[in-house]
Structures are given as structure tokens and as C-alpha cells.
């Protein structure tokens, strides 16, 4: 999938002021996306109130506890993280997963001993 350019962003904020969430309208008129695209772009990345800041220590750990309870429901623990997507949730539980796997690892190797 290609990315985004600025003028694509900006033409897909513009239409949706216009067309709201009428998908493949907006599909249509911008040409060089699918309906699916557009919504998923809009979704993750352009609609306002996303926090597009790094997740707080608080925010963290309440996705440790929210994936305790329900598991890999994304868009549920969304729901209880404002302004997080459920595509950044499951990014940071990735990311917290690997540096968890990183230290296990770290720490079960040997240390030489010069």
C-alpha cells in the first residue's frame, strides 16, 4: 500500500467536511484510493482527537490489564484509551511484548566474567 502524501491528507480532510462518512463517495472523488483507504485513514490517522503522543507509563500499564481482561480486542481497549485507535493499541502492545521477549532474553544469557 502506498502512503499518504500531504495533499492526499488534506484532500481527504476536505472531502469528509463535506461528505462525512460516505466512504466511497469520497473514494471516488479522490481518485487514487479505495473507499476501505479512505476510511482507514481517517480512522487512524486524521480524525480529530487522536493523541499522536508516545502512551504514558499510566496508559501502558492500563493496556497490560485491559489485554489481561479481554484479550487481543483492539478496538475495546481502544474504547477505554481516549484518543487511541485500536491499530495504536495493538502497536504498543507489540512493542511492550518485544521489549519484555528483549530482557528475558538479556537476562538468561551468561555473563562472561573477564
Known amino acids: 500500500m502506498e502512503k499518504w502524501s500531504f495533499r492526499e491528507d488534506n484532500a481527504l480532510i476536505?472531502?469528509?467536511?463535506?461528505?462525512?462518512?460516505?466512504?466511497?463517495?469520497?473514494?471516488?472523488?479522490m481518485g487514487t484510493k479505495s473507499a476501505y483507504q479512505c476510511a482507514q485513514r481517517w480512522r487512524n490517522a486524521l480524525q480529530p482527537g487522536i493523541d499522536t503522543n508516545p502512551f504514558a507509563l499510566l496508559e501502558r500499564?492500563?493496556?497490560?490489564?485491559?489485554?489481561?481482561?479481554?484479550?487481543?480486542?483492539?478496538?475495546?481497549?481502544?474504547?477505554?484509551?481516549?484518543g487511541r485507535t485500536p491499530k495504536m493499541v495493538k502497536?504498543?502492545?507489540?512493542?511492550?511484548?518485544?521489549?519484555?521477549?528483549?530482557?528475558?532474553?538479556?537476562?538468561?544469557?551468561p555473563r562472561l566474567l573477564n
Open 91 to 109: 502497536a504498543i502492545w507489540e512493542q511492550m511484548q518485544a521489549e519484555e521477549e528483549r530482557i528475558r532474553v538479556q537476562m538468561s544469557i
Open 61 to 82: 500499564d492500563a493496556v497490560k490489564e485491559l489485554y489481561r481482561i479481554h484479550g487481543a480486542r483492539w478496538a475495546r481497549i481502544s474504547l477505554c484509551l481516549p
Open 14 to 29: 476536505e472531502l469528509y467536511s463535506v461528505c462525512g462518512f460516505q466512504w466511497i463517495t469520497i473514494s471516488r472523488m
